[in-house]
């Protein structure tokens, strides 16, 4: 028996790190998974791997009408949706007073407005499957500031508002809505020598703890696995009466400082 067995999820972002840990272990778990990203040879790729039961859709979160067409392909291959892994996501890095409105707007667009058509157009679906749940991806940035990273802490901050604001709106439905906050996670976006064919990846991993050693109580970077399985915890049986909460899972990070 899998923890989402008779389960159908629609993960954004799934192409490539947290999501696409989330759509390999929620499918190991017995989930039918609706991968959707914008990257669409390795989405395609990663859905192919997974096997039946698992479906790659192409959405640009920001775009409603993909929203509609991603939801409508999903119904058609599974019959319906009941989980929504909202974790597609951008970051650029820039000071308050040195970054465009175009480039803040860019940032809105996917993280906060994805996450919003993700809600408007999915709940309603897991609705007439009769509840499920929906899991938002902000950040630890969603609770907390950090140097040059306005307008993606700002979008994050935002997630956590719609996530506590949809959970009382969506309760009724019996959809439960829940946010994760990641720290530093071990995925392209955190660390970009990921695509770099040319990086070491062991010399780079052994850097990145060394940096995180003196960040993070737990002294090292997080794994994406690790954000699945509190995703997988929030979406399952083991989270029924959990729901408007934002979830750190950063190492210790948010915890406060030393200062001896
Ligand atoms: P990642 O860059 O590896 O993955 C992000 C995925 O989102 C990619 O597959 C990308 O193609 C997809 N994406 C980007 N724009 C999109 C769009 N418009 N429509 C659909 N898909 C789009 O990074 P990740 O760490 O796996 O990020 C996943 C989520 O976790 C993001 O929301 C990110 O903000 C959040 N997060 C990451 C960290 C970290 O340290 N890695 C920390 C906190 C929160």
Same mark, same amino acid.
């Given at each position: 028996m899998g923890k989402l067995?008779?389960?159908?999820?629609?993960?954004?972002?799934?192409?490539?790190?947290?999501?696409?840990?989330?759509?390999?272990?929620? /499918?190991?778990?017995? =989930?039918? +998974?609706? *991968?959707?990203? $914008?990257?669409?040879?390795q989405g395609e790729a990663v859905a192919k791997e997974i096997g039946d039961g698992a479906i790659y859709v192409h959405l640009d979160v920001s775009q409603e009408d993909q929203w509609q067409a991603a939801v409508a392909t999903a119904k058609g291959a599974f019959g319906k949706i009941d989980g929504l892994i909202n974790n597609a996501g951008i970051l650029r890095f820039n000071a308050i007073v040195d970054t465009p409105l175009e480039e803040f707007m860019t940032v809105v667009q996917v993280n906060q407005v994805g996450a919003f058509l993700g809600i408007k157009t999915v709940a309603p679906v897991i609705g007439e499957a009769g509840g499920g749940t929906i899991v938002n991806t902000a950040s630890y940035t969603g609770l907390t500031g950090m140097g040059a990273?306005?307008?993606?802490? /700002?979008?994050?901050? =935002?997630? +956590?508002? *719609?996530?506590? $604001?949809?959970?009382?709106?969506?309760?009724?439905?019996?959809?439960?809505?829940?946010?994760?906050?990641?720290?530093?996670?071990?995925?392209?976006?955190?660390?970009?020598?990921?695509?770099?064919?040319?990086?070491?990846?062991?010399?780079?991993?052994?850097?990145?703890?060394?940096?995180?050693?003196?960040?993070?109580?737990?002294?090292?970077?997080?794994?994406?696995?690790?954000?699945?399985?509190?995703?997988?915890?929030?979406?399952?049986?083991?989270?029924?009466?959990?729901?408007?909460?934002?979830?750190?899972?950063?190492?210790?990070?948010?915890?406060g400082v030393s200062v001896i």
């Open positions: 067995d008779g389960r159908v999820v629609l993960i954004t972002g799934a192409a490539r790190g947290q999501g696409e840990q989330e759509a390999r272990l929620f /499918a190991a778990e017995g =989930a039918q +998974v609706v *991968l959707a990203d $914008v990257l669409d040879e990273v306005g307008t993606y802490a /700002a979008t994050k901050h =935002a997630i +956590v508002g *719609l996530t506590r $604001v949809a959970a009382l709106e969506l309760a009724g439905m019996k959809i439960r809505v829940n946010a994760v906050c990641p720290g530093s996670i071990d995925t392209p976006m955190a660390n970009p020598s990921q695509l770099d064919p040319d990086v070491d990846a062991e010399e780079m991993s052994a850097a990145l703890d060394e940096l995180y050693g003196k960040l993070v109580p737990m002294g090292r970077i997080g794994k994406a696995r690790e954000v699945a399985d509190l995703a997988l915890f929030l979406s399952g049986p083991d989270s029924t009466y959990i729901t408007g909460q934002p979830f750190v899972i950063d190492g210790g990070w948010l915890a």
